[in-house]
């Protein structure tokens, strides 16, 4: 109805209202029978206009992502392991009470890294470096305890592979492959083949697509014999790693790399590692991770030539071990975010920072080796460790509250320290 013909109809209605001689006619016309009739005036109808409907912006994708460095099974933490499976009928070895203080870090994770420092080959013997040798072989249980605790992603690129040859290097990848098929598990960093090892490994988490790269620099003066169709890439193959992390990066949304490289028991980043990491991020990766060193060291963003960035922690140091040497006993859980951006589809790292660890035994017997989230861990625990008296000793065996802080504050830069997880 326009305007006009509205106040047209108004005025007849007040008119009709405002006389009282009107209102029979209005109530009636002629006589009580006879209905009313309007039908010459027009109906007034109400039109609403709705208003256009916006639609929100698309989600960002988000996955929490957690690692952890070298789980080493010295011998003691074998003794351990057969100390906790005591009572426990048909059990040798329990290792997952070591793990249970830092699991809840480990569940909550959307992904979980763990560098598996040794190889399990179940046709030898069981070896923690006992004797001074430092070879390798863990029992089936190492796996699956750690496997309890949370970890999904297993990197096996190390210098510790071929302590027991190429034919116990084969029984350990196709242990974990079958433990892959098993529990829904990523397994890399070791090969049955070349093409094996060009079969970049991608995992999908919350619609995220996160590719996994590993590399080693070197396997202790060992080498893969000529016959063998084993593969593990290594550090030097420049060409070989920079096509794999350029294939990575257009298969998936984020590219993790695991490298195992650097100078055992020293928090120095030497300009080598400095240098392959910024060639690493330069061709896609979205975050490094360092093993090797058994210490914990420094970590930082790296930005590329295009102005975006990618991260670098150079080393985790220890997980868990049975070292004497204070500094081989606080280590890094490194802990992030990989965001896809809704409306963009680009990928960012959010929250990033590492979460310290303390691998703690009771005494010089290394009884009870357990490891401590900085956030459990107390100036009594550390004036109650077993390190002073551990034998054969370390070169640092002093060890306390104080001396964990150092560490921490020398070689985790403040503004990625997370020690409240």
Known sequence: MNFRKLCSFTTVLLMLMSCTSCLDTVGQVGDSETENDFSGLETITET???????QPPPEDKRVHVVSAGDNLIHYSVLKNGEAYASGQEGVTYDFRPIYENVKPIIESADVAVLNQETVISQSNGVRGADGGQLIFNSPPEVADAVIDAGFDVFTMANNHLLDMGADGLEESINFWNDKAQQNNLT??????NEEDSENIRIREVNGVKIAFLAYAEHINGFSIPADSSLRVVMNYEEDVIESQVKK?????????????????DTHEVSDDRKELAEKIVNWGADVILGCHTHTAETMEWITRDDGSKGFVYYSMGNFICAQTDNFNLVGEIPDFDIVVDGLTGETRLENVGAIPTIIHYDDGSFSNIRIYPYSQYTPELADSHGLPYATPAGNYPQFSWDIINDIINNNIPEEFRKLDK
């Open 248 to 264: 990575a990066s257009e298969l998936a949304d984020a590219v993790v790399v695991s490298v195992h490289w650097g100078v055992e």
């Open 187 to 192: 397994v890399l960093g070791a090969y049955l």
């Open 48 to 54: 609403t206009t709705e208003e256009p409907t916006t």
